[in-house]
């Protein structure tokens, strides 16, 4: 009952319809304002409700300030669902988002960029025991069976490490990248392997801090 749903205008291009239509009390459509909606999010969590801004990684631009002094500086749990992470398909270069992780990474907010379906659901039940912002980043594509084969993960964790070669035999070279980039590092990866290289992958899902994964 105290899930709230927060969105700038994208109440549609986010999927929130459905949330909107059954609990319209707990559904809060701003308009085009994302610098309110981050600062309306961190009011509702100092609150004690647990506020979900839905937002277009693009747009979340806006509202950098207002993280920062309203969420971030007071280490209020506010989730912000960054959808269209990474290169937007079909939307074009005013909706690519691929800032985001650089701009948060520095403000103490924890960034996940799962891969698959369900390392998203996991991603954002975790929210809930979330004791500092959260950031789930995700691209408007589907993911990929086929590609998600070939990792394993390489700690028993809901998101976090994957990699993509033989432990026992390690490789000499590794490719290591996150989100939808990994579709290309394995293209590069296949390419080197059929000139004898030997090159393996490792794809992160948890990017807050990425020296200490590494």
Same mark, same amino acid.
């Given at each position: 009952?105290?899930?709230?749903?927060?969105?700038?205008?994208?109440?549609?291009?986010?999927?929130?319809?459905?949330?909107?239509?059954?609990?319209?009390?707990?559904?809060?459509?701003?308009?085009? /304002?994302? *610098?309110? /909606?981050?600062?309306? /999010?961190?009011? +509702?969590?100092?609150? *004690?409700?647990?506020?979900?801004?839905?937002?277009?990684?693009?747009?979340?631009?806006?509202?950098?300030?207002?993280?920062?002094?309203?969420?971030?500086?007071?280490? !209020?749990?506010?989730?912000?669902?960054?959808?269209? /992470?990474?290169?937007?398909?079909?939307?074009?270069?005013?909706?690519?988002?691929?800032?985001?992780?650089?701009?948060?990474?520095? !403000?103490?907010?924890?960034?996940?960029?799962?891969?698959?379906?369900?390392?998203?659901?996991?991603?954002?039940?975790?929210? +809930?025991?979330a004791q500092c912002p959260i950031a789930i980043r995700y691209p408007n594509a589907e993911e990929s069976p086929e590609l998600l084969s070939r990792l394993c993960y390489l700690a028993d964790v809901k998101c976090g490490i994957l990699a993509d070669f033989?432990?026992?035999?390690?490789?000499?070279?590794?490719?290591?990248?996150?989100?939808? !980039?990994? *579709?290309?590092?394995?293209?590069?990866?296949?390419?080197?392997?059929?000139?004898?290289?030997?090159?393996?992958?490792?794809?992160?899902? *948890? !990017?807050?801090?990425?020296?200490?994964?590494?």
């Amino acid at each position: 009952r105290k899930l709230c749903a927060i969105t700038a205008a994208k109440s549609y291009g986010t999927g929130l319809d459905g949330f909107a239509e059954k609990f319209p009390e707990r559904f809060f459509d701003v308009g085009i /304002a994302e *610098e309110h /909606a981050a600062t309306f /999010a961190a009011g +509702l969590c100092a609150a *004690e409700m647990k506020p979900v801004f839905a937002v277009y990684s693009t747009f979340l631009q806006r509202s950098y300030d207002n993280i920062i002094h309203d969420a971030a500086l007071q280490s !209020l749990p506010v989730v912000y669902c960054i959808d269209r /992470a990474g290169l937007a398909l079909s939307d074009g270069p005013t909706h690519h988002g691929i800032f985001d992780v650089s701009f948060l990474s520095g !403000l103490g907010v924890r960034v996940l960029s799962p891969i698959s379906y369900a390392s998203l659901t996991s991603a954002i039940l975790d929210t +809930l025991d979330a004791q500092c912002p959260i950031a789930i980043r995700y691209p408007n594509a589907e993911e990929s069976p086929e590609l998600l084969s070939r990792l394993c993960y390489l700690a028993d964790v809901k998101c976090g490490i994957l990699a993509d070669f033989n432990r026992q035999s390690p490789p000499e070279r590794l490719i290591v990248t996150y989100s939808r !980039l990994y *579709e290309r590092a394995f293209e590069v990866r296949d390419l080197l392997a059929r000139d004898g290289e030997s090159v393996g992958a490792i794809v992160l899902e *948890e !990017l807050t801090d990425i020296p200490r994964i590494a």
